[in-house]
């Protein structure tokens, strides 16, 4: 990808009230900033700080336990990047321990990437589009083999590029 304006998008899920120190460096060098749910406290939203101070969250099924009542966010969202629709949601109800990715690509059939959490499971699926995407855990709970969160650039008419990243557990 030239420099031409890319975007970076950085995506984090299932922090269940903690952020990876590490994981908030990467945020900090984006341009916005995407939480998949389960956040489990504000404070976490508050420790996200991309370049632009764009946060984009959703709700997850623990958060109407962790006081982030399910009213405050909601439980699917989609923004523009570069000319292009990402859609968030947290899941959930696509499928408990393994969510649908044709059931998500039915329900936003008009995105370029669908964002969601839940399984705690990094996941970067382009077999059709729209691409479904799962950061895995940036937090302490189930992170399977370390904190984890991915970035995605974006520039208008070129391919986007997802960048993966996991760091070992604490």
């Known amino acids: 990808m030239n420099n031409q304006t890319i975007t970076k998008?950085?995506?984090v899920s299932d922090t269940h009230s903690h952020l990876d120190?590490?994981?908030?460096?990467?945020?900090?060098?984006?341009?916005?900033?995407v939480h998949a749910g389960d956040i489990c406290g504000v404070d976490i939203l508050e420790s996200m700080q991309p370049k632009s101070g764009k946060v984009i969250a959703v709700t997850g099924n623990n958060d109407p336990y962790c006081h982030l009542s399910d009213t405050e966010l909601p439980e699917?969202?989609?923004?523009?990047?570069?000319?292009?629709?990402i859609t968030v949601e947290h899941g959930h109800v696509h499928g408990a321990h393994k969510p649908s990715h044709?059931?998500?690509?039915?329900?936003h059939p008009n995105a370029k990437i669908i964002i969601y959490g839940h399984t705690h499971k990094q996941v970067i699926d382009?077999?059709?589009?729209?691409?479904?995407?799962?950061?895995?855990?940036?937090?302490?709970?189930?992170?399977?083999?370390?904190?984890?969160?991915?970035?995605?650039?974006?520039?208008a008419g070129q391919e986007w590029q997802i960048k993966k990243y996991r760091f070992s557990e604490d």
């Not at 590490?22 to 900033?33: G, H, L, N, Y």
């Open 126 to 155: 382009k077999e059709a589009n729209p691409w479904v995407i799962n950061p895995g855990a940036a937090g302490k709970t189930r992170t399977h083999g370390g904190p984890s969160c991915l970035v995605i650039e974006c520039a």
């Open 9 to 11: 998008v950085a995506v």
């Open 21 to 33: 120190p590490r994981i908030a460096d990467i945020v900090r060098e984006c341009d916005i900033a």
């Open 102 to 107: 044709d059931s998500l690509r039915e329900s």
């Open 76 to 85: 699917i969202l989609s923004f523009e990047v570069a000319g292009e629709t």
